[in-house]
């Protein structure tokens, strides 16, 4: 890096951990219980300071916590959802009272930006608002069948079920799970990522102040053994999971092996078409939104952007040009954070410099060279980087940099662009910058995507819309957020009766 910034950060971090000092515990039953398993550190992204550690769940913790867990169920089944929502709307209330202190700890351990953290619990609170709304729908649809027979739909909770979360989202992500698990009566764990488990805590010391009784709610930490113990426990019905395609295959397989329902969200290349008549000013703005927001850590980040026109088309450079001026003004820790960890920053840097030492990318902004906040030298920090003319296939055009780097490639024609979408594995966001409607609807019925954003970078759907990908973007059926969220954490019961006792049968019951 060639200079610092002079001005103080917008956030206030967390102080760093006294030597030895273990702060990230289990919550189980109303209690925090301190780790049997091995020692796991949280280094704030911002300048590489400790500050969190804490011992792993060993499998007899699991087991203590399921105990609970599952005691809590014989309760907490029974309690009407009017009730059961009761309790989530203090916590609503709860996520707001604190938001600024919740934002401050969000950007300390996974490296956002104040307003990217209140932005991604506002999103958290959404989720829970659509879950405090299932108390005011009836999901039984009753019906007469036949005479005096009726059929209707029941919904029960599946018991104790897990949620499996990434960094990328510390509150986001594990709220797109807990509210509407927790609404439809089952017990939840939840495993954070071991790189950002400080939230965690604060969000289970929220639900406890809003009420939730003991055990209804279980925090439980550590990394790949504590994944695999919850994946292969007969005793959890359900597990939902968020994070790399890799580990959400390898998720999917385990929760099946052990007759689990399993939705495992995975990894994402997304890609932005941007066509000749797009609107310069709003589709730079939405391509530099898309690809630096977070530091380009979300799923839905733009990765790919398919620049359709002749070489050197006027409209289309000036759009590139527009965004690439855009992108060069961002100053890190106030436009944008810090990637979350050295071996991160080490493997985009490394990918960087394997494109332009093969020639499959030339470098359009080099964010190696941005300033970093002074006295965040040991930050992990990459400013936004745009390769141009990437080779369709290579490296930067196929696999998931997590990161805030663009890949331009040029194709002449929408046909060219989305032949290259479609062949990536992936399948969770795609985007097209148009001002004509029959490309756009071409894009949306074409596109291997879950979440198509027409003239968006960042297509998230708004509640009640769910949010899901397909192709290795998930694994298992649904979505995870919306009814379909319902669907997921609830058995679907079919209840035929008759209670009319004199009335002839005149079906096969
Ligand atoms: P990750 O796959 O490394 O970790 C996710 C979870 O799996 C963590 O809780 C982690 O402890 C656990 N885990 C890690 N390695 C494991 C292993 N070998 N065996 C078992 N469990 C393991 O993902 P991450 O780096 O924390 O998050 C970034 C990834 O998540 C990206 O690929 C991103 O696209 C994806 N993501 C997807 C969505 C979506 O909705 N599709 C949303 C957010 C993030």
Known sequence: MSESLSQSLPIELQPPLKKGELNVNHWIGDTWVKGDGPVFQVHSPYNGSLIGAGAAASSALVEQALTVAEKAFEHWRWVPIKERSAVLFQFRQLLLRDIDGLSNLICSESGKIFSEARAEILKGIEVTEFALSLQNSDQTQKLEVSRGVSCEFRREPLG????????????????????????????????????????ALKIAELLKQAGLPSGVFTVLHG?????????????????????SSAIADKVYQMGAATH???????????????????????????????????????????????????QGNSAIESTLTLATEKASKMRLGFDMGALISSQ???????????????????LRLDGRETPVPQGCEAGFWLGPTILDQVVAGSEAACDELFGPVLSIIRVPSLSEALTIQKSNPYGNAASVFTQSAAIADRVMKEAHAGMIGVNIGVPVPREPFSFGGIGLSRFGHGDITGMQGLEFWTQLKKVTSKWVMQSDQNWMS
Do not use: Y
């Open 160 to 199: 104790v079920v897990a949620a499996i979360t990434p960094f990328n989202f510390p509150a986001m992500v594990p709220m797109w799970m807990i509210p509407i698990a927790l609404v439809a009566g089952n017990c939840l764990v939840w495993k954070p990522s071991e790189k950002v488990p400080l939230t």
């Open 223 to 243: 990394a790949k053994d504590l994944v695999e113990a919850l994946c292969l426990n007969k005793r959890i019905q359900a597990i939902g999971f968020v994070g």
């Open 260 to 310: 689990k329902r399993v939705l495992a969200l995975g990894g994402a290349k997304n890609h932005l078409i941007v066509m000749p008549d797009a609107e310069p000013q709003m589709t730079a703005q939405g391509i530099v939104d898309s690809f630096t927001g977070c530091a380009g850590q979300r799923c839905m980040a733009a990765s790919v952007l398919l620049a359709v026109g002749e």
């Open 344 to 362: 991160s920053l080490f493997k985009i840097r490394g990918a960087l410099e394997r494109a332009l030492a093969s020639g499959s990318g030339s």
